[in-house]
């Protein structure tokens, strides 16, 4: 029997959706059990526009965009439950040309692309499509009565897409992919010469990443410094401008590793007593899997507040927008055993283990069911 091929649809507004497709990518290509493509139909269709509408979603970072993306999100979930809107098609011609040189026996959305429910309406297609949920809330544009089957993070999002008329047959509550480094077994002293890090000190893993860095991150890194109790790691993904500022800033300091961009993030929790971060869908996800305690800062108005909202509510997460108040409960936090472990208690409810192999073993149990039951009707 032929491997099927599997069409993974992203983009990359934000760096969640591709980490999300390229982990599913990444376990296929492991167990060598489908052929696989990912393909971005929204740099396909216009790479102008966008672009342009990439960087209008970057400007939500700054303090004056978050006001603009506030409207623009919460607006917008409303917008998306009226049918027959034509600009949620966007892409539908570029995605009707990519199924005919693709041939893909399974579609897997790693974004809400209704262009997707529009080629299965129009098309009548018979084949498989699965939206992968990327954040710990629900967006409206998420809910498409056409799509066969829904992967979520928790049982609160399934009961949302419930209520949201999605049949509670299609929902699978599997927890969010990560890359499957989360999943190794790690020598910590091997780490810790690695890093050049001392045993007896607490961890703070500072992830800052490209996007919407705080300008008060040196500030944060300033405060967790003068504590000799504490070292740091600062992860700046590909801001070289915040890495170059934070290397001058510090390069005398003992107690602070800068790193730029890094491919082995699950090394770096394995040696966190806490991380500080934003509240994307994919680095909760990785702290989760790790059972690293959570201080949030700077969650933009949108997906970023609804996740932070979520995760402190469940008691999985701190969040503090001002920096003085964070760097304060940080220090605390990493020296209040008790309250790590009620965290880390936390924590492992939210976590669904194996998320990627589930929904990878779903979707190819589906198409070998259908190929045997077509292989069934023709005999």
């Known amino acids: 029997m032929r491997k099927p091929k599997v069409l993974i649809l992203t983009t990359n507004y934000g760096n969640g959706h591709v980490q999300v497709a390229r982990a599913l990518e990444e376990r296929l290509v492991c167990e060598n ?9 929204y740099q396909e269709t216009n790479p ?14 700054t303090k004056s965009g978050r006001q603009i993306y506030r409207l623009f999100y919460y607006s917008s979930q409303g917008i998306a ?8 098609s ?27 429910q529009s080629f299965l309406l129009k098309t009548n297609s018979s084949i498989p499509t699965y939206n992968v949920v990327t954040d710990y809330c629900l967006h409206h544009s998420w809910v498409q009565p056409d799509i066969d089957k829904f992967y979520v993070a928790t049982e609160e999002l399934k009961t949302q897409l419930i209520k949201n008329k999605i049949d509670k047959e299609k929902i699978n509550v ?3 992919p990560v890359q499957q480094q989360f999943q190794k077994l790690f020598c910590r002293q091997s ?4 890093y050049q890090l001392k045993g007896d000190r607490k961890t703070i893993l ?16 300033e405060g967790l410094t003068m504590n000799e109790n504490l070292q740091i790691i600062v992860v700046c993904g590909k801001n070289t401008e915040l890495h170059d500022q934070l290397q001058l800033k510090f390069h005398q300091e003992k107690n602070i590793r800068i790193l730029g961009y890094v491919t082995e993030m699950a090394e770096l929790f394995e040696l966190a007593t806490c991380v500080i971060t934003k509240p994307g869908g994919i680095i909760l996800s990785e702290a989760v899997v790790k059972n690293v305690p959570i201080v949030l800062t700077g969650a933009t108005p949108g997906q970023e507040r609804e996740n932070a909202l979520y995760f402190q509510e469940n008691g999985a997460a701190v969040l503090h927008d001002k920096w003085e108040d964070l760097v304060e409960d940080t220090q605390k936090l990493v020296f209040e055993e008790q309250r790590l472990i009620e965290m880390k208690a936390s924590l492992s409810n939210i976590y669904v283990p194996h998320a990627t192999d589930t929904i990878i073993n779903d979707v190819l149990q589906t198409y070998y069911w259908q190929h045997a039951e077509n292989k069934i009707g023709r005999v």
């Open 33 to 41: 059990t489908a052929n696989v493509v990912v393909r971005d139909i």
């Open 48 to 61: 102008r526009l966008h672009e342009w509408t990439k960087n209008l979603y970057l400007k939500s970072y």
């Open 81 to 88: 439950k009226r049918k027959k809107l034509t600009i949620f």
């Open 90 to 116: 966007y892409g539908y011609s570029k995605l009707t040309k990519i199924i005919a040189e693709e041939q893909p026996d399974a579609i897997i959305n790693t974004f809400p692309s209704f262009a997707v």
């Open 174 to 176: 599997t927890g969010i």
């Open 191 to 194: 780490l810790l010469e690695k």
């Open 206 to 221: 500072i992830v800052a990443g490209a996007y919407g860095v705080s300008k008060e991150i040196k500030y944060i890194c």
